[in-house]
């Protein structure tokens, strides 16, 4: 599968909300990390496609998935590199607030599995919105 494939079956497959199927989408070993802080337990680095699903289970967990929304602005592919630009809007769960934030994630493909995937977000405003 080329880049933009791949790319654009993660995104079909996290809108259909199965966290094992998105977890299939990765190679055995990636680098991920997703910026945040200790208080977010979905942040940080994950190194294998195990830790996939359960990054998911837990952001799903913390927000309000019925509430969602998820704005693709741009797929920009340059050979195995995608990066998406957009932004997400969410409502904390432990609080009832929504927060907007503009994100990019950048990604890396090898065949058709990803092997890495960064994301972009005001952690500030993100962090703001799950602090008491």
């Known amino acids: ?17 199965d966290p ?7 190679a055995d070993h990636i680098d991920w990390y997703v910026p945040g802080s200790p208080s977010l337990p979905w942040t ?11 990054y998911f289970r837990t952001l799903v967990a913390n927000i309000v998935p019925e509430q969602n929304v998820d704005e693709v602005e741009a797929l920009l592919v340059d050979g ?8 997400f809007t969410r409502v904390a769960r432990s609080t009832g607030r929504t927060y907007e934030t ?16 960064y994301l972009y977000e005001d952690t500030l405003k993100v962090s703001e919105a799950y602090s008491g």
């Open 1 to 17: 599968m080329a880049t933009r494939e791949v790319v654009e079956k993660f995104f079909g497959l996290l809108a259909a909300g």
């Open 20 to 26: 094992d199927a998105v977890a299939g989408m990765f």
């Open 44 to 54: 940080g680095q994950r190194t294998t496609a195990g830790e996939v699903a359960d």
């Open 80 to 87: 195995d590199h995608a990066v998406m630009l957009g932004r």
């Open 102 to 117: 503009p994100i990019a994630m950048h990604f890396q493909v090898a065949g058709d599995k990803i092997v890495k995937m």
